[in-house]
């Protein structure tokens, strides 16, 4: 026997057609490329976002077809999120941090049929544009007038122009939910790229996951700050869920800088802010010499590499904010676990709430997890065992785009890459990212472990632990540090810093200073790349 509930199709263009209508006056404030604030509603957004509808038609565009956009965070992306999706076809957001060459190789991939484009992106998209044969229409999200007179892009309309004459109604269409909604490709550190293909369903029951109150806790009296970027991960599902809930949504643009983020912070009331750690990095060393306070703000959501406990310190002890530790993939959408603590852990001791605090977290409903050893036998959940992560539910991928790659399951399970541990509270902690642990004599070193203890000493600015090749032990944990500026500190001090912290074979072997640490198109620390720097780094125990 069927239940006799309505069979109500899950679908992205619900999502702001419930925000214009329960929450029409929320604001959504961005910062544009120009420089100027600009101030929307839902309710105007919405109105938008079915004129990007009606104009989507108004081409040549099949069911599914790509739209692709190379753009920071700012409404006529959030639009855009809508208005394609909702429309029936894929959004795919590129990444405009990666090389031409690669952004080239994944609009061919993807087929891009529309490109929709920041005026910032011009000269890349003048340099690339006659590479990419399927794009048939480029959009640049700006006024007529903004448009210079020869752009050197055949056909190049202003996104306000394009959109103008359509009507700000549109019946929405109803079709499967389990029907492409947008695209995203993985950073490829290895091999090209892969694409994971969002269903509508998915997006929606990721956004419910999302704004739990064990997640990220969204709601009406929210005003978000979404740093990471609309192209990586959908900004991590915040646009969908703030749309359900009716929050405030604050664009930062391209102004990502400490400065920059702390006063659009404090204009806007922000309550909320989401990012990697290296956007931390720049805001708290913007406010700690300033002695710079925040008002509003009582959550950073932090993921996408591994936030060290000395920013969740620094955060909660000087600024009374509360870090929320989240980690997931792009193959995730991205969310799978987030670190907040259940009712008995609120009654224990600080530094007992801070061993928890920095571990990855507890899985988002929708979200299953095992830990398995190299034979795949399921390990316990005692916080000690630690083995690979696998994952699997509703709004994680069970193939990449076009297939590339073959099938990535295993036995119904994505293999995430990732080593962890998880405890009988079901609290899951990332050990490595498996390529990066540090395999020495048969033991296995985390380099999380070591770089979050030197992020600890005040006068590292940045710090990556990598495996160098050693003689006797096959791999031994090198030091790579950023000193803080006018900061002085010896290799001798900084491996002293170590004694009782960890074992004495987890001490570094050596250290290396240098001015930055590559960082890749998600602001994440490029081990790979150290790697090769220092492949032929001589420890001075070999
Ligand atoms: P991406 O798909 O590019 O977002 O990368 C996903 C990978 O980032 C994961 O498999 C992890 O290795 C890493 N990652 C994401 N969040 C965290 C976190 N909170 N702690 C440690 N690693 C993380």
Redesign the pocket.
Known sequence: MLGLMQDQPLLISSLIEFAAQHHGNAEIVSRRVEGDLHRTTYREAAARARQVANALDGLDLAFSDRVATLAWNGYRHFELYFGVSGSGRVLHTLNPRLAPDQVVWIVNHAEDRVLCFDMTFLPLIKAIWQKCPTVKHWVALCDATALPADTGVEGLVSYEAWIAPHSTAYAWPQFDEKSAASLCY??GTTGNPKGALYSHRSTVLHAYGGALPDSLGLSARDSILPVVPMF??NAWGLPYGAAMTGAKLVFPGAALDGKSVYELIEAEGVTMAAGVPTVWLGLLNHMAPAGLRFSTLNRTV??????PPAMISAFKDQYGVTVL???????MS?LGTVCTLKLPQQALPPEQQMAVLVK?GRAVYGVEMKIVDPDGHELPWDGQASGDLYVKGPWIISGYFKGEGGNPLVDGWFP???VATIDADGFMQ?TD?SKDVIKSGGEWISS?DIENIAMAHPAVAMAACIGVRHPKWDERPLLVVVRKPGAEVTREALLAFYDGKVAKWQVPDDVAFVDAIPLGA?G?MQKMKLREQFKDHRLPTA
Do not use: F, L, N, Y
């Not at 932090?302 to 936030?307: K, L, T, Y």
């Not at 530790?325 to 193959?331: C, D, F, N, S, V």
């Open positions: 993985t950073s990586h991960v932090i993921g996408g590499s591994a936030c530790h989240a980690w997931g993939m792009t193959e991205p990855q995430t890459g990732d990332i990212r999380i998600t994440k």
